[in-house]
């Protein structure tokens, strides 16, 4: 059974003077610090085809990733729901997700979606696809410290975003390399680490943050185009000298070279390149909601509530069920998505649409019985952060986000429950 791939790049920066997305509803970009990208990495076999979309913007919600998947499958000759679009997350890019109920974070800007990030993720299916040759593929690992725990404990125990040196944070860096089976020259590659991209800080310049650094780095030393897969990073920032989770351009390209540098280790490490078969497992996912909250306490909390509470989550959870009850619309009694898994021999690619906790990966990759088990945060969606159950008692940004993104609520296992999910999905591949 032989492997084909292809790979291609389009720039997908927006115009100056747009919305960014990822900290507040009022920063504009003055400049271009470096082109956003959509890279496309087409994968078939005799049998069957993929298609893994890496899009250097924030997040994507599921109806523009729906839209996106189908366009790009149709064009790479990939079913739809062989797609996988994952964001690297930089809070540096354009308004490319909305959140109902949550009115500060922005509108979807529709005209850049339907202006240039559809037509150029297409294009670049289009020709990837286009470009398929046989290839090998390898694998290699390093430790890598691009990020750090960011859940920073205050001595009264409270949580606030900053540098945790103590938690939990994965420090393996996986690197994915495809040379052509005939000549070995590489084809592609792929880095899959995961920290949140917020290392140029609450800036005004479009930049893909220190990723761009990094994989600039691993192409000039392979030459052949790189794809960044961010992996846990719900609770990860870029580990930088200032001892935040966020900072300015500088440490952006202080935190992008040093992951560089270890992209570069671990691709020249890779010894040995196989033939290895792709697979793809397709199914849903499904997680049921908490009761919902009676009306006459939501009610009661919103006539005894300002509108000062973080970010609104807990608020504008409230009022939009209140609308629902209003409406006689109590919602669906559970959370469903549709999941695809690639393998490509030892190489698993675990979607998740959440910003993802550390811990979770971690289990996930114990129990799977593949060596490199690669869970991808903001990936196919975005449903806000996915916290483990382990972490919920302590509160703090992710946990109070994960807890009121929704109307309904999810329940705190809900990280035991997708694990279990998916592995059953990992072990019929």
Avoid at 5 to 11: F, Q, W
Avoid at 184 to 194: D, S
Avoid at 271 to 293: M, N, Q, R, S, W
Avoid at 357 to 380: K, Q, V
Wanted: hydrophobic share 35%.
């Amino acid at each position: 059974m032989s492997l084909y791939v292809g790979v291609a790049r389009e720039i997908i920066t927006p115009e100056v003077g747009g919305f960014l997305f990822g900290y507040n509803d009022h920063t504009k970009s003055t400049s271009v610090n470096d082109d956003l990208t959509a890279t496309a990495l087409c994968i078939k076999s005799d049998t069957t085809s993929s298609l893994l979309l890496s899009i250097t913007v924030c997040l994507i919600h599921e109806d523009l990733v729906s839209e996106i998947a189908e366009k790009a499958g149709a064009a790479a000759g990939v079913p739809a729901e062989h797609v996988i679009i994952s964001c690297t997350h930089t809070h540096s890019g354009p308004r490319t997700t909305h959140f109902m109920q949550f009115k500060n974070f922005g509108d979807l800007d529709r005209e850049y979606c339907n202006n240039i990030l559809i037509p150029k993720c297409t294009a670049a299916a289009k020709t990837a696809a286009a470009g398929v040759i046989p290839a090998i593929v390898g694998t290699a690992t390093t430790e890598s410290l691009t990020g750090i725990n960011r859940r920073q404990l205050l001595e009264d125990g409270t949580v606030i975003l900053g540098q945790n040196p103590w938690d939990t944070y994965d420090s393996t860096m996986t690197v994915i390399s495809f040379t052509g089976k005939d000549d070995n020259k590489c084809i592609a590659n792929i880095v899959h680490i995961g920290a949140h991209c917020t290392a140029s800080g609450i800036n005004h310049e479009i930049t893909r943050d220190w990723a761009g650094y990094m994989v600039d780095r691993l192409e000039a030393e392979s030459g052949a185009v790189t794809l960044f897969l961010n992996g846990t990073q719900g609770d990860v920032a870029p580990r930088m000298a200032n001892g935040d989770s966020i900072g300015d351009l500088k440490h952006a390209a202080e935190v992008g070279g040093l992951a560089g540098i270890d992209a570069v280790r671990a691709y020249k490490s890779i010894k040995a390149f196989y033939d290895e078969p792709l697979h793809v497992t397709c199914g849903e996912l499904t997680v049921p909601y908490k009761p919902a909250i009676p009306y006459e306490d939501v009610e009661a909390f919103l006539e005894q509530t300002g509108t000062d509470d973080e970010r609104g989550f807990k608020r504008s959870s409230m009022q939009c069920l209140a609308d629902m009850y209003r409406e006689n619309n109590p919602g669906p009694d559970e959370w469903k998505m549709r999941q695809v898994i690639i393998r490509i021999g030892p190489v698993v690619f675990v979607p998740f649409p959440f910003e993802v906790s550390s811990e979770i990966g971690l289990r996930l990759r114990t129990y799977s019985p593949y060596a490199h088990t690669l869970l991808l945060s903001c990936t196919n969606g975005s449903n806000s952060y996915l916290p483990a159950q382990s972490q919920i008692c302590r509160g703090g940004y992710e946990i109070e986000s994960f807890l009121w993104f929704r109307p309904r609520q999810l329940p705190d296992d809900t990280d035991t429950r997708l694990i279990a999910q998916n592995l059953d999905l990992i072990k019929k591949n």
